[in-house]
């Protein structure tokens, strides 16, 4: 999936001669249904200074392009950025530091508002249980703090990288998946016995499987010595907390083991019901002689996929005559998806607890599954523990009990076109899935966070950007919306990739710049950032 790929590598410094200094200085300077949403329609090109009539970061247009979109200059939507995934190594160590101080400085410059940093559970507390390491996340917050940058922490419980050979490999702790060599049954696994080591099953919440502590004790102990290491700098500089909720920091189940397959197939997998393992089959067994029908309750669906086996000629995913449809179909997908919204309940409930009091804003991810979206049966959706099809809304559920717990919603796919898509695979729609849960999340009046899937840097997917945010944000009265760039790379910072980066972070937020230019006499940066010969030579070290 997107969403738990590798990210692009982040080189070791992101100038290393005088001409790229200047080059960089440069840039700077230039600074409810889905059916009755409305397209919108975008009437200028982004990236232009020259033609007349067109916005440019430069001609004034920033108040017109925001008159056309219906963004007030007085209700700006504030940029984060994604760190890399490796700016903490395996060690336990900030790595790229010079780099790292560079890019925070310029992000600053740009107007970005903070950062999302992933903290990752298998490198905090990677040796043994209930020993935690902070050190190199404590020495992040400080730097983001120097430079007047917000952060965003995540709780990072799940895998990241397909196995030791990915670059950004980082495991679950060591003592975690040596309590699962013990008893497999710890990790999630599908009809053909494969298993999933993205994340803990389920199935075994509230069980001591983890050297005596259950997992949600684990997640808690995490979060709460998480508060007590960085309190002093809640509200100020650590302004919100993602938890994580599973594979991919998503609240979903593994659908299928990815890394095997090669990048052209993943769009159109079907995905696997992960219930195999002891736990959840014991709790779908417990279901189904509660109503009755024992049969039921031995297993998943028989004839349900296999990877990327067309759904019509599956028995049970097939439109018309598909069993997902049938009263079996639909206690097995009830069950299936209860088990997620109580999983996702359970950490709500410890992290709202944990944070209650400490001024951050708590949120959690939904993935952006949208390559079945265009069918009846929403195979991958359903596999992901999500009953969303043709006649039930799947989306609304989640939201409401994130909602019950104060947490603002994270989703993907914002940079995402159908028309794109599409040409690849004609039954995806992520238009249509975050419409859906667009509107979810506008009939809960919960705050949004939006992100991109894959880090683009052409106009064509900041322009997307908007136009989908002006979906959340039309005719709100007080709109509460912010959008995270994921992430932050070398690329980011070439000279075109950096212009066009910066307009869209300005265009974004615009109430900020807009004061900015009341206060500096229409400058992009105030007195202490617009000196062209302190930031040449503040870069000139990189």
């Not at 700006?76 to 994604?82: H, K």
């Not at 890394?259 to 014991?282: N, S």
């Not at 419409?435 to 880090?455: D, F, S």
Request: hydrophobic residues 35%; neutral net charge.
């Amino acid at each position: 999936m997107a969403a738990i790929a590798s990210p692009p590598n982040f080189a070791a410094s992101l100038c290393s001669t005088r001409s790229d200094s200047h080059r960089f200085l440069a840039a700077a300077r230039l600074r409810r249904c889905p059916p009755f949403i409305r397209q919108l329609r975008v009437c200028s090109r982004l990236n232009s200074s020259r033609s007349s009539g067109h916005v440019s970061p430069d001609n004034g247009g920033d108040l017109q392009y925001d008159l056309h979109y219906g963004l007030s200059p007085r209700k700006g939507s504030p940029v984060f950025v994604t760190l890399p995934v490796d700016v903490v190594g395996p060690s336990g160590q900030v790595r790229r530091k010079k780099a790292m101080t560079q890019s925070f400085r310029a992000l600053t410059a740009a107007g970005v508002e903070g950062v999302v940093m992933e903290v990752w559970w298998g490198v905090v507390e990677k040796v043994e249980p209930g020993v935690y390491n902070w050190e190199a996340y404590m020495e992040i917050v400080a730097m983001a703090r120097k430079y007047g940058l917000k952060v965003r922490a995540v709780m990072a419980f799940h895998q990241c990288g397909s196995g030791p050979e990915d670059p950004y490999w980082i495991p679950l702790p060591q003592w975690v998946l040596e309590e699962i060599n013990r008893d497999p049954d710890i990790a999630y696994s599908d009809r053909f016995g494969r298993r999933s080591m993205e994340y803990i099953s389920l199935g075994c919440d509230f069980l001591p499987v983890l050297q005596g502590r259950t997992p949600i004790q684990a997640y808690s102990d995490f979060m709460r010595n998480f508060r007590d290491t960085f309190r002093h700098l809640f509200d100020t500089t650590i302004t919100g907390i993602r938890v994580g909720m599973g594979p991919g920091g998503e609240l979903r189940y593994p659908l299928c083991p990815s890394e095997k397959l090669i990048w052209a197939w993943r769009p159109r997998e079907l995905g696997e019901f992960q219930c195999y393992d002891k736990y959840m089959l014991a709790s779908l067994n417990a279901c189904a002689r509660e109503i009755g029908m024992l049969e039921w309750g031995n297993g998943g669906p028989i004839g349900a996929s296999s990877l990327t086996q067309n759904q019509e000629e599956t028995e049970f995913f097939k439109s018309d005559e598909g069993s997902w449809n049938t009263p079996y179909g639909k206690f097995f997908l009830g069950w299936y998806s209860s088990m997620l919204l109580l999983h996702g309940e359970r950490i709500c409930r410890e992290a709202e607890t944990i944070f209650r009091g400490t001024g951050v804003i708590m949120s959690a991810k939904v993935a952006g599954i949208h390559w079945h979206y265009s069918t009846q049966s929403h195979p991958s959706e359903l596999t992901a523990g999500y009953y969303n099809t043709s006649t039930r809304d799947g989306f609304l559920p989640i939201v409401r009990m994130f909602g019950r717990y104060g947490f603002t919603v994270c989703c993907t796919c914002f940079e995402m076109r159908d028309e794109d898509e599409k040409q690849m695979n004609l039954i995806s729609s992520p238009e249509g899935f975050l419409k859906q849960l667009l509107l979810a999340v506008r009939i809960c009046n919960l705050p949004l966070e939006g992100e991109n899937t894959a880090t683009r840097l052409d106009d064509e997917s900041y322009e997307q950007v908007m136009r989908t945010s002006k979906l959340f944000l039309s005719g709100v009265d007080r709109p509460s919306f912010s959008f995270n760039f994921v992430r932050m790379d070398k690329n980011l910072f070439e000279y075109q990739n950096w212009v066009r980066f910066t307009r869209f972070v300005r265009q974004m937020s615009y109430a900020n710049i807009f004061r900015a230019r009341l206060d500096f006499g229409g400058n992009m940066f105030p007195p202490s950032t617009s000196n062209g010969a302190k930031l040449s030579l503040a870069l000139a070290g990189l």
